[in-house]
């Protein structure tokens, strides 16, 4: 770092480098966003959020004498990332040898969940969780917690405690998986009315309904989940959706009425512009379309749907102009292999690669940042370096490995390039600061060091 004494924890009033931040979507597919790019640019911050933006020699008259700035010449600064899809309590199923959908979550997912019945356990996982999120460069997250509401007070209170902002949700299972987690449709309506009370609106945080998804819920708990979005319409929705073949068939024997994996959801009244379906790898052209007129967004986690042998996402089906369905980008841990939403993006563009396409860096920043903010409908609060949002922002260091530093060396100052290499080659080790609120509460320096110590 250079240009600042100070570590983690220190909250500094601006931040200068490099700025680069996604200021328009997509016009379309295929279209590059607008985007601010400042060589020498300024983040002026106050009381958590971003005051204004500019060229460091304008905003730096705007500070009083003596202010602190954390300055990085030689770095990216973009917008926290965010990621649409992870589950906290498999931070110990990440990296489980060999098994598709249904057999990895009996033979891991399942039995590891258990463990979270234990709030001391939930307690030190979460805080382990968050600072993974944290030093990968994630300040807002979209997190599955186990079925066991403890679970999910143990993560809020972990990410309220770093300022950083979840959408969160305990897992509702009232079938189809073991007695110590599984509750009733009783059960999991009270206990998530219950976590709604208590978190959602809670500074940052907020509430997802979260069916784990059609396998491990009967029509009745599917129902309570319905009338939890009536009751509180402004919560999301998340679930998994069309994941694996296996899957589908096991959900059109479950439930022999419904037209599609899709229309189970639907005829509960779980599909709309708040609603958060994890893959979607393998859906009809009846599915596509209810999904698109609800407005739910499709979650791509590339890592996940490579690791577990799911499928190569069809981003082309899902921007089909007259149907288009929004898309969000997630890692899927421990389903997917990496917190990196780096990393993520990387995976992203080989399976758009498999499938004859590809994903521009500017269009991948899109999606880690502005995009996911839009698939959350927050837009006005993360995803850019804006005046008005949370002052969240990820310092990356694109020379940050040998391998990185030796590349960098044939680029001559394009940051579009430079982003490429960050994804294609980047992961944690590329993150040299992560600030929350305007807080600094990652720094790769002292991280190293304590761990080396
Ligand atoms: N489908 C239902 N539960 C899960 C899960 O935990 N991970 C993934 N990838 N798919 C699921
Ligand atoms: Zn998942």
């Not at 219950?194 to 979260?210: E, F, K, P, S």
Request: aromatic fraction near 6%; charged fraction near 20%; proline fraction near 6%.
């Amino acid at each position: 770092m250079t240009g600042t004494e100070n570590g983690a924890g220190s909250a500094p009033a601006a931040l200068r480098g490099r700025l680069l931040s996604i200021t328009a979507d997509p016009a379309g597919p295929g279209d590059t966003p607008g985007f601010l790019y400042l060589e020498d640019g300024m983040l002026l911050m106050a009381d958590g959020r971003i005051t204004a933006v500019g060229p460091a020699d304008a905003m730096a008259r705007r500070l009083p004498a003596g202010a602190v700035v954390d300055h990085f010449p030689d770095d990216l600064i973009v917008p926290g990332f965010i990621d649409t899809h992870i589950h906290f309590p498999q931070t110990q199923v990440i990296a489980s040898y060999g098994a598709q959908l249904l057999d990895w979550l009996n033979t891991y997912t399942f039995p590891a969940e258990q463990r979270y019945a234990d709030p001391a356990r939930a307690a030190a996982d979460a805080r382990f969780f968050v600072e993974e999120l944290l030093r990968n460069g994630t300040t807002t997250a979209v997190c599955y917690g186990s079925v066991h509401p403890q679970s999910v007070d143990a993560l809020f209170t972990a990410a309220e405690a770093r300022g950083m902002g979840l959408v969160a949700g305990k897992v509702m299972m009232d079938r189809n998986a073991p007695a110590a987690l599984t509750d009733t449709a009783e059960r999991g309506y009270a206990e998530s009315r219950d976590l709604i009370a208590r978190w959602h609106g809670r500074g940052r945080q907020r509430y997802a309904v979260t069916p784990r998804f059609a396998i491990t819920s009967t029509p009745a708990q599917l129902d309570a989940a319905g009338a939890l979005l009536k009751e509180f319409p402004d919560v999301h929705l998340q679930t998994h959706l069309s994941e694996n073949p296996d899957e589908i068939a096991a959900v059109r024997a479950l439930f022999p009425a419904a037209a599609s994996y899709t229309d189970v959801y639907d005829r509960h009244g779980l599909l709309g512009p708040r609603s958060l379906f994890g893959h979607c790898l393998h859906l009809e052209e009846a599915e596509l379309r209810r999904l698109s007129e609800t407005g739910s967004v499709a979650v791509f986690c590339p890592t996940s749907n490579l690791f577990i042998g799911s499928g190569l996402f069809d981003a082309a089906a899902m921007e089909r102009p007259d149907r288009p369905v929004r898309t969000a980008l997630a890692t899927d841990v421990g389903g997917g292999t990496s917190y990196s939403m780096l990393r993520t993006a990387a995976e992203a563009y080989k399976v758009l690669q498999l499938r004859g396409r590809n994903l521009p860096a500017l269009a991948a920043l899109h999606r880690m940042t502005r995009g996911n903010a839009a698939a959350l409908g927050l837009e006005g609060e993360v995803g850019a370096l804006e005046p008005g949002r949370w002052a969240d922002a990820v310092v990356l260091d694109a020379r940050a490995t040998p391998a990185m530093a030796h590349r960098m060396a044939a680029i001559d100052g394009d940051p579009e390039e430079e982003l490429f290499v960050l994804m294609t080659l980047g992961d944690d080790r590329a993150v040299r600061a992560t600030y929350v609120q305007g807080r600094r509460v990652h720094d790769r320096a002292s991280d190293s060091a304590r761990h080396a110590g």
